[in-house]
């Protein structure tokens, strides 16, 4: 289960060591933003060796490779796909023929490497107005879309706007990116909460962007990652309820009943798929979640 995505600098050895001891369920490897134009090469290495030998074992790596309007692009990808990451992000995501492009790529690639076309999977970062506005369209361009990422810093920067912690310029665009993945059935992840040390502020953050219904959220601290994940995993009281929707209908198919209530309400069919999605991620995060229908 990924719920908390953790961006670290592709040229900061000491951080991409202790990738998989910093808590987070998937690390991002960075070689656009975090890393300057004259050191592009020396990142592609240094994240390329570390995949190699770190292994990174219980957490999922992706890699944020460069934009396709850049010289970097693809040689970020015949580097890294060959050691098949989990996901690969291709940033400043603006339409759906953006997405192809890299799945092209990212075919090619796999095909000369004698790897499954399609085991890699993308995770656009979508951060730019036509971005928002064709959340859709790029979140259903291809099969190998696993998710979309919004990415508030540059879509502030487009919409000549300030980013604030109250994030209500960026209120638009994270309900237009929930509403574009649920509709092309992918997952999809909010941007971060750039005051590392506002402890309240993240914890007010995560549960807002829970609220609306994204997936997971990425954070650009390891001291966030532990917040994330307790406020995108179910609590005991999520897990127990959902166990006595399941109960309840176990009664009710027993005693012939073609209707149910539980706590003096009607469980029809969204507190259902709810409860089955709660009792899926406890199963997932070890929390002995298992459904009995």
């Excluded at 890294?80 to 291709?90: C, V």
């Excluded at 998710?147 to 879509?155: M, N, Q, S, T």
């Excluded at 962007?209 to 997971?216: C, D, E, N, R, V």
Aim: proline share 5%; with cysteine; hydrophobic share 40%.
């Amino acid at each position: 289960m990924r719920r908390s995505m953790l961006f670290l600098p592709g040229n900061t050895p000491n951080m991409i060591i202790n990738g998989d001891a910093l808590g987070a369920d998937s690390i991002i490897l960075d070689l656009e933003d975090a890393v300057s134009p004259d050191e592009k090469d020396a990142a592609r290495l240094l994240v390329r060796s570390a995949m190699q030998r770190m292994g990174f074992k219980g957490v999922e790596v992706t890699v944020r490779i460069n934009s396709i309007d850049t010289d970097y692009w693809k040689k970020d990808l015949d580097a890294i796909i060959p050691l098949k990451p989990d996901l690969i992000m291709p940033p400043k995501a603006g339409c759906a023929e953006d997405i192809r492009t890299v799945d092209a790529y990212i075919t090619e690639v796999e095909k000369r490497c004698g790897i499954e076309p399609g085991t890699v999977r993308l995770i656009p970062l979508i951060e730019t107005a036509l971005g928002v506005e064709n959340a859709f369209n790029i979140a259903s361009a291809c099969p190998r879309v696993a998710a979309i990422f919004l990415g508030g810093e540059d879509l502030t920067a487009d919409l000549r706007c300030k980013r604030t912690k109250a994030g209500n310029e960026i209120d638009y665009a994270r309900k237009r990116l929930v509403v574009a993945a649920r509709a092309a059935g992918v997952d999809v992840y909010d941007t971060p909460f750039t005051d590392v040390n506002d402890d309240e502020g993240i914890v007010k953050d995560a549960e807002y962007a829970k609220s609306l219904g994204f997936t997971g959220k990425s954070a650009i601290a390891p001291r966030h990652v532990k917040v994330i994940n307790s406020v995108f995993s179910p609590t005991q009281k999520d897990i127990d309820y959902a166990r006595m929707v399941f109960e309840a209908i176990r009664i009710g198919k027993e005693q012939g009943k073609g209707a149910v209530s539980l706590l003096g309400k009607m469980i029809d069919k969204p507190i259902v798929e709810r409860a089955r999605q709660t009792l899926e991620a406890a199963k997932a995060l070890g929390m002995a979640g298992d459904i009995d229908e």
